[in-house]
């Protein structure tokens, strides 16, 4: 087995004076898969040995001080699908995830998609969604923010949300298939020509916060592009499919 690097995640600051909240987005280096995989792989479903994204959990746990079961994922369809998660396990056919359950961290897989972690600072509620195109064309930052109210009373006004790191978009073309489902606002010519577009997904779940009722300064995006940043990031498109998962999660350790 590889000898790994340090683990070392991106905290976002949004969240950094809320006690016992775990929040961040995990970056390629501090596990044990080989490559192209390297090194800190946390997708089950890429054709990495199964025993490598285990020890790649197992570190994880460790070096947040929280057991490794306790991290719920979803087998993600690019859907708006949203389960309420009250116990620890593996779930199949959700893109966003939401728990109000102290010592349950819920997680998002990605490798240029975007993770939005949404955080209710009154109920101590949390929200990860994964948002790809399709899923911030169906809106599903802002259906995380109402499945957090309709299923614990959260209010957009006490949320603090974060936008983690995808694909940037200077380097996110598309066609114009893909583009009409977008306002303008979010896309640019694409130097290539032949009608595509370069479409910036970060700003358009960043508004999505907002126009669900988050204060702007309580929204952050982060600042880094999965694609261009490939010493840090997987990229799905920059190693043509060939790649990690990055894994964004977010919840409420228990009390002391």
Not at 21 to 30: D, E, K, N
Not at 36 to 46: A, E, R
Not at 60 to 87: P, R, W, Y
Not at 207 to 231: H, K, M, N, T, W
Request: glycine residues 12%.
């Amino acid at each position: 087995m590889p000898q790994p690097s340090a683990i070392a995640p991106l905290h976002p600051f949004i969240f950094h004076t809320i006690p016992n909240l775990v929040a961040l987005q995990t970056t390629r280096t501090g596990g044990v898969s080989a490559a192209p995989l390297n090194s800190l792989n946390l997708g089950s479903h890429v054709g990495d040995d199964l025993a490598f994204v285990r020890e790649n959990y197992r570190r994880l746990g460790a070096f947040l001080g929280i057991d490794a079961e306790s991290i719920v994922t979803t087998g993600q369809v690019h859907g708006t699908e949203i389960a309420v998660v009250t116990e620890p396990g593996k779930l199949n056919g959700y893109d966003a995830l939401i728990t109000n359950v102290r010592g349950l961290f819920v997680g998002i897989l990605t490798a240029d998609c975007y993770p939005v972690l949404i955080y209710d600072r009154r109920t101590g509620a949390s929200g990860a969604a994964h948002a790809g195109w399709q899923g911030t064309a169906g809106r599903i930052a802002e259906k995380t923010i109402n499945a957090m109210r309709d299923e614990f009373g959260s209010r957009p006004e006490d949320c603090l949300a974060w936008v983690g790191t995808g694909i940037s978009g200077e380097c996110y073309e598309i066609g114009g298939e893909v583009a009409a489902r977008f306002s303008s606002r979010y896309l640019k010519p694409s130097p290539s020509g032949e009608g595509r577009q370069r479409l910036d997904l970060s700003a358009a779940n960043r508004d999505q916060l907002v126009e669900a009722g988050i204060s702007p300064p309580q929204v952050q995006c982060s600042e880094f592009c999965s694609f261009r940043d490939a010493d840090r990031f997987y990229s799905y498109r920059r190693d043509n499919g060939k790649t990690g998962r990055m894994l964004t999660l977010i919840g409420l350790r228990n009390s002391d």
